[in-house]
């Protein structure tokens, strides 16, 4: 889950944006859980706010805010898949847009934003699993 990154929403007052979309699900369970809710937090005003429903519901994924905007990599799907969709929440506008799709499938990555672009490392791909080194 993303938590407590700061939006300059305008010189006089600083938002935080806490989106609470995924939970953790209990050991081998890859489809409990999955949530496409989200909510937001003003400490300001102490108070929560719901957020418009992510396009996919997930868990298992990383995100990070870039360029202002919450962006949503990956993570495990309803259907109990990996995904390899992006999602990316205006803040000014509430609303979400997909963003480009991933090489690949990835579940459990990390992310951070660096000069304005979002890195995406580490994480799986359950379906690419192998029962260990080739013999061959």
Known sequence: CVHDHRIHSNPHRTTYCTVLYCRCTGQGTRDVGVLASGESYDPREKAW????????????????MV??????????????GSLDSVEIFDVRANAWRFGSVLPETLECATSSEVDEKLYVTG??????????????
């Open 67 to 80: 360029q202002g905007n919450l962006v949503i990599v990956g993570g495990c799907g309803r259907d109990g």
């Open 49 to 64: 706010s719901a957020m418009p429903p992510l396009r996919h519901a997930r868990s298992r994924a990383c995100g990070n």
């Open 123 to 136: 994480g799986f791909d359950p379906a690419g699993l192998s029962d260990g080194p080739s013999s061959s």
